[in-house]
């Protein structure tokens, strides 16, 4: 059996992670190069020493995961969604449920309370965040970040928001405190039903056809009628219909 195949049934033993689910080429290029800055010739061999390192399986996992995020990713996107969708979903209801599936760090559950405190109290809004990556949701917990990852953020939500600390920025404990933050599998866990907003970004582009087809369709059933899914800006989905996707706007897709 292939030395590669043989390492992705073992992870899945190992982990429950099906390394199967990604684009193949990818994924191999960035662990063969991790695994051979630790000085191993193979996969075999790699695997054999992250089944008895805790350290090495960490690192192993944030290789494959690659957590980079930014609040107000694509600027021009959360415009859409303060400007347009959220106006229309909150005529619809009152109480939004939202779900940020695969948030990493948390700048976006992060980004779409700041963007939705616009029409409602901080009180009342709640974001259902989800990763993989539990070292991920632990500094979303934390909420500290480089001024780079705020680059896109508009100034008067600079101050309103955030707290600046040496060379870092804190997020407001009120803004903290509208996530809800879990650790969740997209290929593997159950999904929630009847959200009024699904935000996955970013996330797609690492999966190969036939996972993409199912996360999509679960999204669909997790949606209610009317829901609204925010895709990431190179993450078009080529045939929405399949889906019971009707085109909302750019990279908003509308549940029919
Ligand atoms: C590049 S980040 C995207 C973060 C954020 N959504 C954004 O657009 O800025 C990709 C995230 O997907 C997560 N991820 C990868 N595979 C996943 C899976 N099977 N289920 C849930 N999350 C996953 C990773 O842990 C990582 O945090």
Known sequence: MPDYIK??????QKTGIDLAAYKEAQMKRRLTSLYEKKGYKNFVEFFNALDHDR????????R????VSEFYRNGKRWEVLQNKIFPK???????????SAACSTGEEPYTTAMVLSNYLPLSQISVHATDLDEN?????KVGIYPERSLAEVPNEIKFKYFEKQGQFYKVEDAIKKTANFKKHNLLK???DKNYDLIICRNVMIYFTEEAKD?????FSNSLRSGGILFVGSTEQIFNPGKFGFEIEDTFFYRKK
Not at 136 to 140: K, L, V
């Open 64 to 67: 494959m995961t690659i957590n």
């Open 89 to 99: 979903l909150l005529a619809e209801n009152k109480r939004l449920k939202i779900w």
């Open 7 to 12: 390492f992705v049934e073992s992870i899945k």
């Open 214 to 218: 199912q996360i999509y369709q679960n």
């Open 55 to 62: 350290d090495l399986l960490n690192e192993f996992l944030d």
């Open 189 to 191: 866990d159950t999904y």
């Open 136 to 140: 991920a949701i632990h500094r979303a």
